[in-house]
Nanobody, 124 residues
Framework: QVQLVESGGGLVQAGGSLKLSCAASGRTFSSYTMAWFRQAPGKEREFVAAIRGSSRNTNYADSVKGRFTISRDNAKNMVYLQMISLKPEDTAVYYC?????????????????WGQGTQVTVSS
């Protein structure tokens, strides 16, 4: 069982930056692929970024490449999402997710563990 708690959301102007954090419980954190998804009002949840456990290989949605960076600290059971050059269309609730993933990592159904979400609002 993995429990996830996100933090770091807030209100920021377009062009600004935010860093989201996700604290995970569990002894085998380093085995899990960690990901960030987001859901804007009236839209489906979408993949943002993922990072593998041991290899730390990363994957990003095209819409955030070059602006967002996912990282993890296995010693602290933490995963982060650094966001720069934020746009109003980045406004959403951001969710941290964990799963033992093989293959494609951008399908939300592959992640059994989810946090409660943190709101990110980007004003124009």
């Amino acid at each position: 069982q993995v429990q996830l708690v996100e933090s770091g959301g807030g209100l920021v102007q377009a062009g600004g930056s935010l860093k989201l954090s996700c604290a995970a419980s569990g002894r085998t954190f380093s085995s899990y692929t960690m990901a960030w998804f987001r859901q804007a009002p009236g839209k489906e949840r979408e993949f943002v970024a993922a990072i593998r456990g041991s290899s730390r290989n990363t994957n990003y949605a095209d819409s955030v490449k070059g602006r967002f960076t996912i990282s993890r600290d296995n010693a602290k059971n933490m995963v982060y999402l650094q966001m720069i050059s934020l746009k109003p269309e980045d406004t959403a609730v951001y969710y941290c997710a964990a799963g033992l993933i093989s293959g494609i990592d951008y399908y939300d159904y592959k992640y059994p563990y989810w946090g409660q979400g943190t709101q990110v609002t980007v004003s124009s």
